[in-house]
């Protein structure tokens, strides 16, 4: 009996042997990279919008029911053209009575001015006549700007880019109704960190993503700057010229990484071999901790200035359970 639970035993010793074994002795899994040439790119990370480099938003002043608006939306424009027709039927009925009041004012100073001649009237009367006629002609002017108000029309040559509107809607005051443009040439608009503003410069290589176009390389160059950045927004502005054969189109959102550095035949590694200041060189069976210096930081890779040689290997990511010396087993890739 004894020794059947000496057996036992034993052979629950050898299981845990072999587990820990299993566990422990094998290492811990990484995956190799090799450190290789390339060139090391420093980039500056923004979103932003793509419109055209000349356009205008087309809104109204006052707030009114719309009662005509063009058919228009990606057709040419002229500077003048009539885009929305707001309710003016109060307004002209105000103008009417302000019509017949002149004209009563007309008559009013010219039979005045009869009577001054005869002797019949005083200067004084003329004078009260001349200012009521002035001052209901003024009340006109006034009156023709703000019928004015209730014609909307294109602000300059262009496309109608979008109508945001329709017969018999409410116009707000301010409301965008039109957006009018030339449609080409096109730049990205976007904002930037104000911690990073200090490395970007005009004419700036920069590389967009979206998801429109995945598989597709866009580029632009810096060609503004705003002087002046957001301070609540903590953002300064700029402005991306596109050439005239992108496929982006106006209203698309982009990411934008900004070249602010490159350097060519750079020893690279991944950015997530980094530790801090060092990475785990696999040297065999093991993982050795050495500190590098290093140079240009990108979103993937990094530029090695010292600590490592061409075609080392690393692991990468470095696991955080990785110490100086660990045994270690490559993972398949």
Known sequence: ?????????AVVVLLLAAAGWWRFGRGVPVASVAATRGTAVEIVYATGGVEP??????????RDRIVEICDCEGKAVVKGDVLVRLDDREVQAQMKELKAREEFAKREMSRVSDLVTRGSATTQAYERASMDLQQ???????????????????????????????T????????????????????????????????VALGH???????????????????????????NAK????????PDDTPLKPGMSVEANIVT?????????????????????????????????????GTRVVEVLSGLAD???VASPAATELKDGARVRIAPP
Do not use: C
């Open 311 to 313: 075609g080392e290997q």
């Open 53 to 62: 480099v000349r356009w205008a938003k087309v809104a109204s002043v006052i």
């Open 1 to 9: 009996m004894k020794q059947r639970r000496f057996f036992v035993a």
């Open 168 to 199: 018999g809607e409410i116009a707000e005051a301010g409301q965008i109704l039109f957006r009018v443009g030339v449609p080409k040439p096109l730049q990205v608009v976007a904002e930037v960190n104000e911690e990073d503003i200090p490395r």
């Open 235 to 242: 953002t300064y502005r700029i402005k991306v010229a596109l």
């Open 261 to 297: 550095r490159e350097k060519p035949n750079a020893l690279l590694i991944p950015a997530d071999a980094l530790q801090g200041n060092a990475v785990f060189v696999l040297d065999g069976a093991h993982a050795r901790k050495r500190d590098v210096t290093v140079g240009i930081r």
């Open 205 to 231: 290589v920069v590389l967009f993503r979206t998801d429109a176009f995945p598989d597709r390389r866009l580029e632009g160059k810096v060609r503004e700057i705003t002087p002046m950045g957001d301070v």
């Open 136 to 166: 209901i002609q003024g009340l006109i002017s006034v009156q023709i700007e703000k019928i004015g108000d209730y014609i909307i029309v294109a602000p300059m040559d262009g496309v109608v880019l979008r109508r945001d509107g329709e």
